[in-house]
């Protein structure tokens, strides 16, 4: 099932990815199954092979991985949510990637267009029911690249997971 929802969320990626740090470049859209009262899940488990696209430019010193599933394992207990290693109620899974090389098209006053190199990150983020393999939340984050002082993104990232996960 891991390969399978990894490439459900390679399929559903779209390019692109507080405090006083500026995040509003960054959209978050979500959907969820009517049919689904997402109360009643208290138990995930995070899927294997989630994580940062192989490809991604991240800095040598930082685990990115480790850093999101920190933030996504807070926000869910925030919300009553228990992370397990067994049978649990649904499974998280979430692929985060960079392109280094998206353009931004500009239109002046006057008409006149200017395409600019605007680095985009993006992440996925999808909840499935583990009993039926249904997925049951699908959220998604972009925003641009911004060279911040690594804290600033950390707060970027952190306030992305927290709005895909605000309504759980």
């Given at each position: 099932?891991?390969?399978?929802?990894?490439?459900?969320?390679?399929?559903?990626?779209?390019?692109?990815?507080?405090?006083?740090?500026?995040?509003?470049?960054?959209?978050?859209?979500?959907?969820?199954?009517?049919?689904?009262?997402?109360?009643?899940?208290?138990?995930?488990?995070?899927?294997?092979?989630?994580?940062?696209?192989?490809?991604?430019?991240?800095?040598?010193?930082?685990?990115?991985?480790?850093?999101?599933?920190?933030?996504?394992?807070?926000?869910m207990?925030?919300?009553?949510?228990?992370?397990?290693?067994?049978?649990?109620?649904f499974?998280?899974?979430?692929?985060?990637?960079?392109?280094?090389?998206?353009?931004?098209?500009?239109?002046?006053?006057?008409?006149?267009?200017?395409?600019?190199?605007?680095?985009?990150?993006?992440?996925?983020?999808?909840?499935?029911?583990?009993?039926?393999?249904?997925?049951?939340?699908i959220?998604?984050?972009?925003?641009?690249?911004?060279?911040?002082?690594?804290?600033?993104?950390?707060?970027?990232?952190?306030?992305?997971?927290?709005?895909?996960?605000?309504?759980?």
């Amino acid at each position: 099932m891991s390969k399978l929802l990894k490439g459900v969320i390679a399929v559903l990626m779209i390019t692109g990815l507080t405090g006083c740090v500026n995040t509003s470049d960054i959209k978050v859209e979500s959907v969820k199954s009517e049919k689904v009262d997402l109360k009643g899940y208290k138990t995930y488990k995070i899927i294997d092979g989630s994580g940062i696209m192989p490809d991604t430019k991240v800095a040598p010193d930082r685990d990115i991985d480790v850093e999101m599933q920190q933030i996504i394992n807070t926000e869910m207990a925030k919300k009553g949510k228990t992370r397990v290693t067994n049978d649990p109620d649904f499974y998280v899974a979430y692929l985060a990637g960079t392109d280094m090389d998206a353009i931004k098209v500009k239109v002046d006053q006057e008409g006149q267009e200017t395409i600019e190199n605007v680095p985009a990150a993006a992440m996925i983020l999808i909840l499935v029911d583990a009993e039926t393999g249904l997925i049951i939340r699908i959220s998604t984050a972009e925003g641009e690249v911004k060279e911040l002082p690594l804290e600033d993104r950390k707060k970027r990232l952190s306030y992305a997971i927290k709005k895909m996960l605000s309504e759980l």
